[in-house]
């Protein structure tokens, strides 16, 4: 193995998503309603409005099962049904490393699909029972940089090569009066983030939400929302 920290101008650094693990999980949705139909004519599925959220070794997946239902009525004419169906689960992610486990702020790739729509169906009484599979397929990833050789007869490939990086604190202090006997808790997280690349410098915007929790004189423990951009 050759160590390429010695190859002197020939070696970059690139930006890349290092798989850290991966999680599958079936889920069944079940349904049933009357339909004034003699004949189901199919149930078209998809997903919609999904989100993931990484949690220290596990994903919570939310979205929705939009359905199309296309039957034949009891007037003989076809007719169209849309609905849907929102669900939410758990989501276990094996590491690639064990000693390396997934965590929050790592980035989720959501590849779920819908595994198969069946459904039973009663003329006489109009009864429709479906049944949604949904395979939930969650990949999380997490951003790094990698020094990596140059090698003009190898391989092309396409990436993001990192110019340069720099980091900052900033300090932000803010004073109010609160209607408190204690303070119970204070997060703060960032949100629209937003970076403007100039010569030599990048300007950074964004917004400090906070969310102070606290006993007031009242002995409730209300909670104020507070922006600083």
């Known amino acids: 193995m050759v160590d390429i920290t010695q190859v002197q101008g020939q070696t970059t650094t690139i930006k890349v998503e290092r798989v850290i693990g991966h999680g599958t999980r079936q889920l069944l949705l079940e349904e049933t309603k009357t339909v004034p139909a003699i004949k189901i004519v199919d149930i078209v599925a998809t997903l919609t409005n999904m989100k993931t959220i ?18 034949i009525g009891t007037d003989d004419l076809e007719h169209h049904m849309a609905e849907d169906i929102a669900f939410s689960d758990l989501v276990e992610i094996i590491p690639i490393d064990p000693a390396y486990p997934v965590r929050e702020g790592m980035n989720p ?28 397929n969650i990949k999380v990833t997490e951003t790094q940089q990698l020094l990596v050789a140059l090698d003009p007869y190898g391989q092309w490939i396409k990436t993001q090569v990192v110019i340069g990086e720099a980091t900052k604190q900033k300090f932000i202090e803010e004073r109010k009066v609160v209607p408190a006997v204690k303070i119970v808790d204070v997060v703060a997280r960032l949100t629209n983030m937003k970076a403007i690349v100039k010569t030599g410098k990048v300007i950074v915007q964004g917004t400090l939400h906070k969310q102070i929790y606290y006993v007031g004189t009242d002995n409730l423990v209300p909670y104020i929302s507070h922006p600083c951009p």
């Open 54 to 71: 990484v949690k220290n070794g596990k994903t919570i997946v939310q979205g929705t099962v939009h359905k199309q239902v296309y039957y």
């Open 109 to 136: 790739q959501d590849l779920s699909t819908i595994e198969n729509v069946v459904w039973e169906f009663d003329p006489a009484t109009g009864t429709l029972i479906q049944k949604v599979i949904v395979a939930l």
